[in-house]
């Protein structure tokens, strides 16, 4: 997933530096997240794919904020904006189990 955002973090960057910052925070902290709870105990575990959840969430939000002013075309964001979709939905099934 950050391989995919990362071309589109630097295109964003040149209209909007705070948003390309936002972005790259909460695709890391995705990563960071899911790497926690991989050590972590049953309920830890819980709220770091709930955290990790929510940070895809909003880097999705900052793909469809960075489309919305135009900063990048729609078609370059749907790569991204499905890896999230698809991360969201297992980490919201792993939050749960």
Do not use: C
């Not at 964003?12 to 709870?37: K, P, T, W």
């Amino acid at each position: 997933m950050i391989a995919a955002l990362r071309p589109l973090v630097a295109r964003i960057r040149r209209h909007d530096r705070s948003l390309a910052d936002q972005l790259v925070r909460a695709a890391s902290s995705v990563a960071l997240n899911i790497g926690e709870a991989d050590v972590s105990d049953p309920g830890n575990q819980r709220a770091r794919f709930f955290t990790a959840a929510g940070s895809a969430n909003e880097s999705l939000a900052a793909l469809r904020v960075a489309v919305a002013w135009g900063y990048i075309p729609e078609a370059d964001a749907v790569e991204g904006s499905a890896l999230l979709r698809r991360i969201v939905a297992m980490l919201w099934k792993l939050a749960r189990r």
